[in-house]
């Protein structure tokens, strides 16, 4: 879901400047939370799943930098005129 909100959180002026920050923030911690949980014991019921990709190796990844794009067109426009 955090690739989700990379890719997807950031088309709102609310979501740009809060939104979308404070879910990264709270998903970080959260992992640091379950990264410190033990390893899984063998033969636990249910099937274990494959983590998948990291997260910044994705290719939604990419789009956290749109907002910093955004920033420094407006901050270029701003100072040509």
Same mark, same amino acid.
């Given at each position: 879901? $955090? /690739? !989700?909100?990379?890719?997807?959180?950031?088309? %709102? =002026?609310? /979501?740009?400047?809060?939104? @979308? =920050?404070?879910?990264?923030?709270? *998903? !970080?911690? @959260?992992?640091?939370?379950? *990264?410190?949980?033990?390893?899984?014991? =063998?033969? &636990?019921?249910? &099937? &274990?799943?494959?983590?998948?990709?990291?997260?910044?190796? !994705?290719? %939604? %990844?990419?789009?956290?930098?749109?907002?910093?794009?955004?920033?420094?067109?407006?901050?270029? @426009? /701003? %100072? $040509? $005129?």
């Amino acid at each position: 879901m $955090t /690739s !989700r909100t990379v890719w997807q959180g950031w088309w %709102s =002026p609310l /979501s740009l400047v809060l939104f @979308t =920050p404070g879910t990264l923030v709270i *998903n !970080r911690i @959260t992992l640091a939370h379950i *990264n410190k949980l033990p390893a899984p014991i =063998p033969g &636990q019921p249910g &099937q &274990q799943l494959v983590p998948g990709t990291p997260v910044l190796r !994705r290719v %939604s %990844s990419l789009a956290a930098a749109l907002p910093l794009l955004w920033a420094m067109w407006i901050v270029a @426009t /701003s %100072s $040509t $005129t």
